[in-house]
């Protein structure tokens, strides 16, 4: 059996015509790769800071009148805070580089995976922030099990002890260039030019242009 004379004029697979990328998804795509490449960053001094922070923290509260059991549960709390806080923003700054990719490459899938992104590490910077910079107006007595407002006081000077102020200084600049990043990813990946370059198809199915 012969197969039939398929019509040369009317392709079965889609015809994409190629568009010239918008200046705005190449600002975007770039903006996702350096965003993401600052977040590494900020999310690799939270882990590796961590660890002294919390062991400096034990050692002042206990000098503040803590008990040594409460200060454990406390600073484990505190690792909690700054480890699980630390690696959320790793993973979703290493996701943003292969979506800045697919941002480049006209990826519809990566523009709203950019900006499900850009969401949530705003969101995981305001966290961090929270935790590092805002991190004596916590009640950290809470994770000893029990609330004390005079250990709680205690705590929220250890913990500022504690805290260097360089990493302060250092985190919260990283967490302000990457959430400016994303917030100029947001704005960018939502114009009318950016949505038309990312959906725009041309598809010709029985002689009809969709």
């Given at each position: 059996m012969f197969d039939p004379i398929e019509d040369p004029t009317q392709p079965y697979d889609p015809v994409i015509i190629p568009r010239r990328r918008p200046v705005a998804v190449t600002v975007a795509g770039m903006a996702l790769y350096s965003a993401g490449a600052v977040g590494i960053i900020a999310a690799l001094a939270v882990l590796a800071t961590a660890g002294a922070v919390v062991d400096d923290f034990r050692e002042r509260a206990v000098a503040l009148g803590v008990s040594s059991v409460d200060a454990a549960d406390i600073?484990?709390?505190?690792?909690?805070?700054?480890?699980?806080?630390?690696?959320?923003?790793?993973?979703?700054?290493?996701?943003?580089?292969p979506l800045a990719r697919g941002v480049m490459r006209r990826m519809e899938?990566?523009?709203?995976?950019?900006?499900?992104?850009?969401?949530?590490?705003?969101?995981?910077?305001?966290?961090?922030?929270?935790?590092?910079?805002?991190?004596?107006?916590?009640?950290?007595?809470?994770?000893?099990?029990h609330?004390?407002?005079?250990?709680?006081?205690?705590?929220?000077?250890?913990?500022?002890?504690?805290?260097?102020?360089?990493?302060?200084?250092?985190?919260?600049?990283?967490?302000?260039?990457?959430?400016?990043?994303?917030?100029?990813?947001?704005?960018?990946?939502?114009?009318?030019?950016?949505?038309?370059?990312?959906?725009?198809?041309?598809?010709?199915?029985?002689g009809q242009l969709e």
């Open positions: 600073g484990r709390g505190i690792r909690t805070a700054l480890v699980s806080s630390g690696c959320g923003a790793l993973a979703l700054a290493v996701v943003s580089l899938a990566a523009r709203i995976g950019a900006l499900v992104v850009a969401g949530a590490c705003l969101g995981c910077g305001l966290v961090r922030t929270s935790v590092t910079a805002f991190g004596t107006s916590v009640d950290w007595s809470a994770a000893a099990g609330r004390d407002p005079a250990m709680a006081g205690a705590a929220a000077q250890a913990f500022a002890d504690a805290m260097p102020g360089w990493f302060v200084g250092l985190n919260g600049g990283l967490t302000d260039l990457t959430a400016l990043g994303y917030i100029a990813v947001a704005v960018l990946l939502v114009t009318r030019q950016s949505r038309e370059y990312f959906r725009t198809r041309v598809v010709w199915y029985a």
